[in-house]
């Protein structure tokens, strides 16, 4: 058996080598089969694959993405509006729809892809979360919905 975390297999999840994990995010396909299945929503994942039965509610991504990318957006947002308004002295309404469908934009399209891109890898890592392993080293929680 082959567990190795760079041997590119789950176990039972079969990974397309030409999907990438970025690719797979920004695109919302599922990790095991490529199908175009992972977001019900703009940010909610889907409750599992409609084409092969993968279930997406198995994997937590956490608040993880939402928490960084709040942080980094809001500082890279902040200092384009502090420039744009040293360099162009625009009045405050051109600041507002610049700025706020820009922010809203990136936020809700980059919690997609952070969001997708660990669930993707999750998959691919086969993740759980810390004391979900019986003692003999089996999976508590495991499907076999192969
Ligand atoms: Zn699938």
């Known amino acids: 058996m082959n567990d190795t975390p760079d041997s590119g297999s789950t176990g039972d999840i079969p990974v397309p080598a030409a999907a990438s994990v970025m690719k797979a995010a920004a695109l919302g396909l599922c990790p095991r089969c490529g199908s175009r299945t992972m977001f019900a929503g703009l940010v909610n994942f889907a409750d599992k694959c409609g084409s092969c039965g993968l279930d997406y509610s198995r994997f937590n991504v956490g ?11 809001g500082t890279v947002l902040a200092i384009a509006a ?16 610049i700025w706020v469908p820009l922010t809203a934009i990136l936020v809700v399209y980059g919690l997609r892809i952070a969001k997708g891109a660990l669930l993707v890898v999750e998959c691919r890592r086969d993740a759980r979360e810390a004391g979900s392993l019986e003692t003999d080293g089996s999976r508590r929680d495991r499907d076999d919905d192969t």
């Open 63 to 73: 608040d993880g993405p939402a928490a960084f990318l709040t942080l980094a957006i």
């Open 82 to 97: 502090i420039v744009f308004d040293q360099a162009v002295h625009p009045p405050f309404w051109v600041h507002a729809i």
